[in-house]
């Protein structure tokens, strides 16, 4: 069974560039996390779909951020423009109905961005 | 709010060293409490979790008791391997908040020979 799928691993725009990043999660789980570590620091939600629909999206810096998970499989996080301290790395992650279950979170490798 | 304090890395070890690292949580109520480890290159896995209080979490000669008294979940392994070289990442999460995860700043183990 495949796992959770990140693409691009590795971007690299220039400050006020639009970048797409996008995850694959794990095929039937209908949560979805959106996470980011900034260089050296914790890792920081961002936000929560369940299936297509936003649950919670608290952690969500600005409204330069936008997710979408249209159908309720794979899920999209755009940022438009670009800023310099966005840059870090952006996880995924993906977990199964139910209570128990989503206790335990499957993540990916993780999209490292870089603002220059 | 929740958060989660673990200790300052980088841990450098010789193998077949005992490892402790620290991790303490503030949070209401009874969270689950996780130990993540991210190896070089990969992802974040799961690397052993306790859902309530005096659990104690096991995985790959790793262990962490979740101590209610001393808000605190510490890692150990007894005889570490140069394999076992890796960012590990303390994290809760609270039931009934979509189960979104509070990590801590992550810990990176180093481990020669």
């Known amino acids: 069974e495949a796992g959770v799928t990140q693409f691009p691993s590795h971007s690299v725009i220039e400050k006020g560039q639009t970048v797409t990043l996008r995850c694959d999660p794990i095929s039937g789980h209908d949560n979805l996390y959106w996470y980011r570590r900034v260089m050296g620091k914790e890792i920081k939600f961002l936000l929560h779909?369940?299936?297509?629909?936003?649950?919670?999206e608290s952690g969500m810096p600005n409204n330069r951020f936008l997710a979408e998970r249209t159908g309720g499989t794979y899920s999209t996080l755009k940022v438009q423009p670009a800023e310099l301290e966005d840059s870090g790395v952006y996880f995924c992650?993906?977990?199964?109905?139910?209570?128990?279950?989503?206790?335990?979170?499957?993540f990916g490798a993780g999209t490292r961005l870089s603002v220059l | 709010g929740n958060s989660v304090t673990q200790m300052e890395g980088p841990v450098t070890l010789s193998e077949e060293a005992f490892l402790t690292i620290n991790c303490t949580y503030t949070?209401?109520?009874?969270?689950?409490l996780f130990w993540y480890v991210q190896y070089p290159g990969e992802g974040l896995q799961l690397l052993l979790k306790?859902?309530?209080?005096?659990d104690k979490g096991s995985n790959k000669g790793f262990e962490a008791t979740y101590r209610k008294e001393t808000t605190s979940f510490h890692l150990e392994k007894g005889s570490v391997q140069v394999s076992d070289s890796a960012v590990y990442f303390c994290a809760l999460s609270k039931t009934g908040g979509g189960n979104k995860l509070t990590f801590g700043t992550g810990t990176q183990l180093k481990v020669e020979l």
């Open positions: 992650a993906s977990s199964q109905a139910g209570a128990r279950a989503k206790n335990i979170q499957y």
């Open positions: 306790a859902t309530k209080a005096d």
């Open positions: 949070a209401t109520g009874y969270p689950s």
């Open positions: 779909f369940v299936k297509e629909s936003k649950q919670d």
